[in-house]
């Protein structure tokens, strides 16, 4: 069974930063993809970062590209999401997912068939 615990949540002032962490447990991650998603109250759930776990590559959405950075270390089974240049629209519940249908880099939430439960961030001006 996978299991996702992510970390890291909190309150930040607009213009910071803060780092969160998803551990995986469960599965063998090398021929899959991660991601990091976002939910904001009212809105949809959005795709915001992806990595493929064997070859480290990435995929960002446009409203996160230059500002946030995803990651992973294989040793730990731990992926992260440095997220810098915090803005308002930021403010949502995080989750980390992983697409063990699969290692593509997609930034949609149906493709993903495991998730935590989520990390609330908020940011504040």
């Known amino acids: 069974q996978v299991q996702l615990v992510e970390s890291g949540g909190g309150v930040v002032q607009a213009g910071g930063s803060l780092r969160l962490s998803c551990v995986v447990a469960g599965v063998r991650l090398d021929k899959y993809a991660m991601g990091w998603f976002r939910q904001a109250p009212g809105k949809e759930r959005e795709g915001i970062a992806a990595i493929k776990w064997g070859d480290g590559s990435t995929r960002y959405s446009d409203s996160v590209q230059d500002r946030f950075t995803i990651s992973r270390d294989k040793a730990k089974n731990m992926m992260y999401l440095q997220m810098n240049s915090l803005n308002h629209e930021d403010t949502a519940v995080y989750f980390c997912?992983?697409?063990?249908?699969?290692?593509?880099?997609?930034?949609?939430?149906?493709?993903?068939?495991?998730w935590g439960r989520g990390t609330q961030v908020t940011v504040s001006s």
């Open positions: 997912a992983c697409d063990t249908n699969g290692g593509l880099l997609g930034l949609t939430p149906d493709w993903y068939p495991d």
